[in-house]
């Protein structure tokens, strides 16, 4: 997606009562990182580096709570990980510690490391999501359980129009690239020196990021908090918007401004 997946969705009592910053990922459109790709430079430290300077412009000063999804959950904590004393809670959403995902994401995975014909059907994938909007909505329901659900999300046809000219500029070769490496990312290390307060927010029936894999990471957070959807998939906040919506204010709330 693109750094601008949260603005449409964004609810009104965060506008209204917080300041909010939305940081691109690296290698996604506009992101201007242009770096050598190689698994010794596309690691997670250098998501580390590149999230901290994002940070310290915006907010060079205090604690914020940092909010993630999928691969941005993985920053999010990563970064968390790595600056423990600039974060006052992390909101985990669909996210791993690992890089191997399921679904969707692990076939991406598997054609992004092999012969020369997977690299191409990898090439032809991507060019295909984007080519269209609709194409790229197909692909975001088959990251879901309740896509009934998820199709009657308001906010979710303005989501992939306002994201969809970034998704056109990805670097096809810097995804794959990307799907390539994240396979040997891993935080399992790390989880020690994570001692702010973590929400976890897993869909039971995600079909990417196995919800064994998140309930085993939340209990070994030394602050995990897990919340369940029941019958969602990796896109919990639009497939069960009423509960993820409480949910998340509620958190915010009880951790502080």
Known sequence: MSVRFWEEAMYERVREERSWFSISLPLHAP?????????ETLCEDLFA???????????PEGQF????????????LNYAAKHPARVASIVFIGGFMTGRAEGVEGALQFLSKGNFARKLLFHFTFRVLQSHVFFLKF???TYSRA?????????????LRAVFPDVKNHSIAAQQAFCRYLLDMNLLDELDNIQAPVLVMAGEKDPIIPVEHQIEYATRLPRGHLVLFSGT???????????????LLEWLEKEGS
């Open 31 to 39: 992101s201007t990182f242009d770096g050598r790709l190689t698994p």
């Open 49 to 59: 580096v590149l999230l901290a300077e994002a940070i310290d412009r915006l907010v």
């Open 65 to 76: 709570h940092i909010v993630g999804h999928s691969l941005g959950a993985f920053a999010a």
């Open 139 to 141: 692909a975001t329901l």
């Open 147 to 159: 896509w009934w659900k998820l199709l009657r999300f308001p906010a979710l046809d303005p989501t």
């Open 233 to 247: 998939g990796h896109v919990c906040f639009g497939e069960s918007p009423e509960l993820f919506e409480k949910t």
